[in-house]
T-cell receptor, first 113, second 110 residues
Framework: GAGVSQTPSNKVTEKGKYVELRCDPISGHTALYWYRQSLGQGPEFLIYFQGTGAADDSGLPNDRFFAVRPEGSVSTLKIQRTERGDSAVYLC???????????FGQGTRLTVV | EDQVTQSPEALRLQEGESSSLNCSYTVSGLRGLFWYRQDPGKGPEFLFTLYSAGEEKEKERLKATLTKKESFLHITAPKPEDSATYLCAVHASGTYKYIFGTGTRLKVLA
């Protein structure tokens, strides 16, 4: 595809439910990032994949958050037992490598009610 | 601790009124500094990468410069369509993540 694609664009879920957010990176990009952005703030790092492996997951806030990238392309961010504080825009980005510029998707707006 | 601070938080300009946005950073070793533009409801859009002090990049009305402690995004004769939030991010040595500032919200009035 031409750019990074994220689905769904919007997700409303009830507190305590499980959600999955999907990211389709730019074809050929081996590096993939997940970020979270709250209103009026800059993006906050969650996790970085190089290929299939998570090279840095230091930004995941707790063990309710988990991400996978099984074939080195599409990635899924999984959130268990959602809390109202998880409400934010979740951004995915991809690049050719850790030193190359990253290109972002349009984000998934998650609202936990 | 690696840190990025952007100023001002918000800026209102008249069309044609040139100005500069500031990004101050503290990192253990800079691998790259990135500027992005973000429109409401959209993801950040890549503008520039700067790797070393003294480097400059230009694109249309925008010019980014880098010193050892800060970067400037100069906007020459802005137009209303330049209204957006401009984000600065740094990539530090020994890490994989980008650290973002909180952005400068720019409004250009016709």
């Amino acid at each position: 595809g031409a750019g990074v694609s994220q689905t769904p664009s919007n997700k409303v879920t009830e507190k305590g439910k499980y959600v999955e957010l999907r990211c389709d990176p730019i074809s050929g990009h081996t590096a993939l990032y997940w970020y979270r952005q709250s209103l009026g703030q800059g993006p906050e790092f969650l996790i970085y994949f190089q290929g299939t492996g998570a090279a840095d997951d230091s930004g995941l806030p707790n063990d309710r958050f988990f991400a996978v990238r099984p074939e080195g392309s599409v990635s899924t961010l999984k959130i268990q037992r959602t809390e109202r504080g998880d409400s934010a825009v979740y951004l995915c980005a991809s690049s050719y490598g850790r030193d190359a510029e990253a290109f972002f998707g349009q984000g998934t707006r998650l609202t936990v009610v | 601790e690696d840190q990025v601070t952007q100023s001002p938080e918000a800026l209102r300009l008249q069309e044609g009124e040139s100005s500069s946005l500031n990004c101050s950073y503290t990192v253990s070793g800079l691998r790259g500094l990135f500027w992005y533009r973000q429109d409401p409801g959209k993801g950040p859009e890549f503008l520039f990468t700067l790797y070393s002090a003294g480097e400059e990049k230009e694109k249309e009305r925008l010019k980014a410069t880098l010193t050892k402690k800060e970067s400037f995004l100069h906007i020459t004769a802005p137009k209303p369509e330049d209204s957006a939030t401009y984000l600065c991010a740094v990539h530090a040595s020994g890490t994989y993540k980008y650290i973002f500032g909180t952005g400068t919200r720019l409004k250009v009035l016709a």
